[in-house]
């Protein structure tokens, strides 16, 4: 079974920085294009950036563009999520997603995702 596990999330003041990582195990990691999404209390879940799978090749949404980065080490098979100047608005869950092969960049493409991790960014 493929699973998909966040860390570092926490409370940052705006402006600050915080790296998130998901270790995926259960599968074979260079299969997996991989990304992030994050979803506020009471609002739908929101594209973030995704990975190819060489990890070459970087697309982000508008909001976090010049702020987030999104990198992956495909031999410890984990994918990182930098964050920097970080805004209130930042703040929700973050969820590492995955899908076989292909892109994506809304929900209802990803096969698999992890728990998720809170972020909250303090103005």
């Known amino acids: 079974q493929v699973r998909l596990v966040e860390s570092g999330g926490g409370l940052v003041q705006a402006g600050g920085s915080l790296r998130l990582s998901c270790a995926a195990s259960?599968?074979?990691?260079?299969?997996?294009?991989m990304g992030w999404f994050r979803q506020a209390p009471g609002k739908e879940r929101e594209f973030v950036g995704r990975?190819?799978?060489?990890?070459?090749?970087?697309y982000y949404a508008d909001s976090v563009k010049g702020r987030f980065t999104i990198t992956r080490d495909n031999a410890k098979s984990t994918v990182s999520l930098q964050m920097n100047s970080l805004k209130p608005e930042d703040t929700a869950v973050y969820y590492c997603?995955?899908?076989?092969?292909?892109?994506?960049?809304?929900?209802?493409?990803?096969?698999?995702w992890g728990q998720g991790t809170q972020v909250t960014v303090s103005s």
């Open positions: 990975i190819s799978w060489s990890g070459g090749s970087t």
């Open positions: 259960g599968g074979t990691f260079s299969e997996f294009v």
């Open positions: 997603a995955a899908r076989y092969y292909r892109d994506f960049r809304s929900p209802s493409e990803v096969r698999y």
